[in-house]
């Protein structure tokens, strides 16, 4: 069963995903990201890679697409704020993005 994050848990795994550009919400407890591409289809490649882990993985983003620009806010809503699964897809889609 998947736990709101600790405040330890916070302390530790957090701080690397703001370093990294993330953004902390917190009237929504979720952390945001912008992820900028070279063009529409790179931007594209990039959501349905992430896709396919946050199928896998059962947690799925809230997100929007613009042209080169994905807009990404990830929040558990089952426990109503963020969890390990956020912080694992935050990594992951940083990973695919080049930018981790």
């Given amino acids: 069963m998947t ?13 690397p995903l703001l370093d990294a550009g993330w953004v902390l919400d917190e009237s ?11 063009d529409f289809t ?21 997100w929007s ?3 080169n620009t994905v807009e990404v806010t990830l ?9 390990a699964l956020d912080v694992k897809l935050a990594r992951k ?3 695919l993005s080049g930018a981790g």
């Fill in 93 to 95: 889609m940083d990973g």
């Fill in 42 to 62: 790179e931007a594209f490649g990039f959501m349905t890679r992430a896709a396919l882990w946050a199928e896998k993985w059962n947690h799925h983003p809230e």
């Fill in 65 to 67: 697409n613009v042209y």
């Fill in 75 to 83: 929040t558990t809503h089952d426990v109503d704020g963020l969890s």
């Fill in 3 to 15: 736990e709101k994050l600790s405040d330890t848990a916070r302390d530790t795994t957090l701080e």
């Fill in 28 to 38: 929504r407890d979720a952390i945001k990201k912008s992820y900028k591409f070279k």
